[in-house]
């Protein structure tokens, strides 16, 4: 069974973004590792760069394939979660536990863009 | 879609399934790096059902399949099977094949599954031309058989299991203890045949059995029994690919000829053929190479010599053998052969990779 947590959000391209105050958790959700398979790297750009919603900050690898990570809200990037870099297969066994980027958040309102719970399991139900 | 006899077993085991060439096959059961690890340790098995199985018969066989294949199947040990193509006139891949020799008048083609139909097709227009095509009969006999391939160095015993467990009264256990690599045995089964090769896509030794359908799930089932991994498509291609075989459509097309593939060995030129025209073509070549960083090649990557763009990744894999990433690339043949490294253009930034050998991983 795919999860789908309520206590974050959702972007169209599979990123879960999970807000504390003006700072942010970004990883990728439930069904996007489940299609990746075996994750086998990882990457974000530097901390301290600034991104645009829609952006690229990132990469995840799989053994069959490489999937580029998109910004969903506009934020700085303050951290990547170096020990996905080491063992990026965390992903696979808990996608929500496991963040990828820690943002702070430049544009609160854009919270407003992004999906709910049920927004984001129309989405993967389509796919 | 189509599906195999296994369909319903995949299911069961939860396997990924994935459209190839227009077969819901397994893409993966547990995951594409456990699957791949476990026919380099132990031992794996494979529903490879959808491959076509299309079958040359009568006096002047053996004289046909010598014209239509790059190598003089006339010539070789009726008890090995040969790896061979099937070619245009201009030397361009129309698939590349396994040759069973199961008696002097009767041959078994294993193809690909993408390509039975095409080359099933291309066979009757050449036989159709052949001086002695009343000699020659070409059948499709894809749908009598299923195919199971199980992989890996303790794949004996659990292969000798379950086909006593299927079969007990053929003797097969014995049998199978004298068949060497690379060589095949058939015994005819009501209709059809059975048929066991000590062969594989993996580059670790193992069996390939073609049985008729009626018997697969039971077949199957035995070998899972016996404590075998299932495996997918997913884990075949990385295990094709760290043992350095090619994959039509990739490696190999109507468009990359075998000379410049790097498989002169498995073409007889200097000899009537359809497809000797190859050696007059060297447009490019195909290179191995592995990452020397955590960069992971994938195919149609970018591949760049001394700043100018020379090729692209025709196949690119994490090797979870080899924690690395690797790939066939077809570049230019004015690469020079002592080149020892190109770059790799990965999300627009450019990564050493070396050129190796083949296969990737030792065996």
Redesign the interface.
């Given at each position: 069974m795919i999860e789908i947590k309520n206590d974050r959000y959702y972007a169209e391209t599979h990123e879960w973004i999970l807000f504390e105050d003006d700072i942010a958790y970004i990883g990728i959700t439930d069904f996007a590792q489940s299609e990746l398979?075996?994750i086998?790297?990882v990457e974000s750009e530097e901390e301290g760069e600034l991104f645009e919603q829609g952006e690229i900050f990132g990469?995840v690898?799989?053994?069959?394939?490489?999937s580029?990570l998109y910004m969903p809200i506009d934020g700085e990037i303050l951290e990547f979660n170096e020990i996905l870099a080491d063992e990026p297969e965390l992903i696979?066994e808990d996608a929500y536990e496991n963040w990828i980027i820690k943002v702070k958040v430049t544009n609160p309102d854009q919270q407003n863009d992004l999906l709910g719970v049920k927004e984001y399991q129309a989405v993967i139900d389509e796919e | 879609m189509k599906q195999t006899l296994l369909y319903e077993s995949h299911q069961k085991l939860n396997a990924k399934m994935v459209d190839f060439a227009g077969w819901n096959m397994p893409l993966q059961y547990t995951g594409i790096k456990d699957e791949t690890l476990a026919v380099r340790k132990d031992v794996g098995v494979f529903d490879v059902s959808h491959m076509g199985e299309i079958f040359v018969s009568g006096k002047d066989a053996a004289e046909f399949l010598d014209y239509i294949l790059s190598r003089k199947i006339s010539d070789k040990n009726p008890a090995l099977t040969n790896y061979a193509f099937l070619c245009y006139e201009d030397g361009g891949v129309v698939d590349d094949l396994m040759v069973y020799q199961l008696n002097p008048e009767l041959f078994m083609l294993v193809v690909n599954a993408a390509n039975t139909e095409k080359d099933f097709a291309y066979i009757q227009e050449v036989l159709a031309d052949f001086p002695k095509k009343s000699g020659v009969l070409v059948e499709d006999r894809s749908d009598i058989y299923g195919l199971l391939a199980v992989q890996g160095k303790d794949s004996l015993e659990p292969v000798q299991d379950a086909l006593a467990n299927v079969f007990p009264d053929l003797g097969l256990v014995s049998k199978l203890e004298e068949l060497k690599r690379f060589r095949q045995m058939h015994l005819p089964l009501e209709e059809a045949l059975l048929i066991i090769s000590r062969t594989g896509y993996t580059g670790e030794d193992g069996y390939e059995i073609y049985i008729p359908q009626k018997y697969v799930v039971s077949l199957w089932d035995s070998i899972l029994e016996s404590g075998v991994k299932p495996c997918g498509l997913g884990a075949r291609d990385a295990l094709r690919l760290e043992a350095g075989l090619v994959l039509y459509g990739n490696e190999i097309s109507e468009q990359i000829n075998p000379i410049e593939a790097g498989l002169t060995k498995f073409v007889d030129l200097n000899r009537n053929f359809v497809g000797s025209k190859m050696s007059e073509t060297y447009r490019y070549k195909i290179i191995a190479i592995k990452a020397t960083d955590r960069s992971i090649p994938r195919e149609n990557y970018k591949v760049f010599y001394q700043g100018e763009q020379i090729g692209k990744i025709t196949s690119g894999s994490f090797s979870p053998t080899l924690n690395k990433g690797i790939a066939f690339a077809l570049v230019s043949p004015e690469l020079p052969d002592d080149a020892k490294t190109v770059q790799i253009e990965v999300r627009r930034k450019q990564a050493d990779f070396l050129i190796t050998e083949t296969p990737f991983i030792q065996f």
């Open positions: 398979g075996d086998v790297y990469s690898e799989s053994v069959k394939m490489a580029d696979n | -």
